[in-house]
């Protein structure tokens, strides 16, 4: 009879150590999910983790009296098995630690660390009727605890906020390749980024811009507008700085071959330009651009200077990537595991597409910020760190990188 209430003794241990483990570990996420589903066995556990404190006092209360019951049965059971022996006692104590350590222990919150759901539904239905019942002795013990923890700063009643930052839900999503495609896992990382993100990290720079000079002949601005491949291009006078509005192709392929075309008749078809300072954040423009109904504007400095063009489709991009874009070209993969990159990419570009972590607050493009850790442009064929990442130079001209190699790391 005494073996059979010490080896009861041992499976409620391990109920009470193992059901511990596993409602501490539950996912919150999931459970919250599970008890918007009405799963009744989450909803138990939701209500008891309300409150951590008496959850946790009930079960140290059960475990403890049972270990120690344990105890003394094994303590019974060596007097009787050897009366002589008055090391018995030592003995059992031993074996009994090693045989709790295990089977009471370890192997069930292993078990409820790795499967916590397999425990923790099933104990809520036993903790919700014990709570009840223990009340008086639970509250008497955590009057005792309460008044403990005030003392070093603590309050017990404030519950404790689940929130994710941003950084850890971006590694959540980072993690979660096997639950969604990789386009759509870079689509909410890009979504996460639109709130550090200015039109300055993704405007098309100043440099690039493709526009049509009135100071140049009709004639070759109207092979420009045949040839070009964009839809809207910013109109100015010698100087990007001087523009005085966007020509829509539409509207001008119209009239482009009629005799009487001119320069005035690309005026009279100019829309008013926009212009947006370079620290405008992403998202807030996103929504200037619906609700005013534009997809282009020209990015200016503090001086007012011309420093890019941005539109609504490179805002888009921002967020969809590659579904609007093949990123591919940006980041070329080579047969030795190396990348093939071209040094205008921008750096957060290049974080979205390779999973990287390069940093964003100096230099927006990868020349800029290869030029700022070398304080020069370096040479063709230089080897640098670049931040962690061994890199390359392999094609420069005279005042920028052109085309490096991230190589495969070691």
Request: net charge neutral; aromatic share 6%; proline share 5%.
């Amino acid at each position: 009879m005494l073996f059979g209430v010490l080896i009861l003794m041992l499976i409620l241990s391990a109920f009470f150590s193992g059901s511990e483990t596993a409602l501490m570990t539950l996912n919150r996420y999931r459970l919250r999910h599970l008890v918007k589903l009405k799963h009744l066995g989450a909803t138990r556990a939701h209500k008891l983790l309300q409150r951590p404190d008496r959850l946790i006092g009930l079960i140290l209360l059960c475990n403890n009296f049972v270990n120690t019951f344990a105890a003394s049965v094994t303590t019974v059971i060596a007097i009787r098995l050897y009366p002589e022996d008055e090391s018995s006692i030592a003995i059992g104590a031993g074996i009994l630690t090693i045989i709790m350590l295990i089977f009471s222990e370890v192997s069930p919150k292993t078990l409820a660390a790795i499967k916590p759901e397999l425990l923790a539904f099933p104990s809520a239905w036993v903790y919700t009727p014990l709570l009840k019942l223990f009340y008086p002795v639970v509250w008497f013990v955590n009057l005792f605890v309460t008044l403990l923890l005030r003392l070093v700063g603590v309050d017990i009643k404030k519950k404790p906020q689940d929130s994710l930052n941003k950084e850890e839900l971006k590694s959540i999503i980072t993690e979660a390749e096997s639950l969604m495609p990789i386009r759509y896992q870079k689509m909410l990382l890009g979504i996460l980024d639109l709130e550090s993100a200015t039109v300055e990290d993704i405007m098309t720079p100043r440099h690039e811009i493709v526009g049509i000079d009135l100071e140049e002949p009709i004639e070759d601005i109207v092979n420009q507008i045949k040839s070009s491949p964009h839809t809207r291009l910013a109109v100015y006078k010698k100087s990007i700085d001087r523009v005085i509005g966007f020509l829509h192709l539409r509207k001008v392929l119209l009239q482009v071959d009629r005799e009487d075309f001119d320069k005035q008749t690309i005026i009279n078809l100019l829309s008013k330009p926009v212009f947006i300072p370079d620290s405008t954040p992403v998202h807030t423009q996103m929504l200037k651009f619906k609700n005013e109904k534009i997809r282009i504007g020209l990015v200016v400095d503090e001086y007012g200077d011309v420093q890019g063009l941005v539109t609504l489709d490179d805002l888009l991009q921002e967020i969809v990537g590659e579904l609007i874009t093949d990123e591919n070209t940006a980041a070329r993969e080579q047969s030795d595991g190396s990348y093939l990159v071209d040094a205008n990419t921008t750096v957060r570009e290049l974080n979205r597409i390779m999973q990287w972590s390069l940093p964003t607050e100096g230099p927006k493009t990868l020349n800029g910020l290869i030029i700022e850790l070398m304080e020069t442009i370096p040479e063709s064929g230089a080897h640098i760190n670049l931040h962690g990442y061994p890199v390359e130079i392999i094609k420069r001209d005279k005042n920028a990188v052109k085309l490096v190699k991230f190589l495969a790391h070691q």
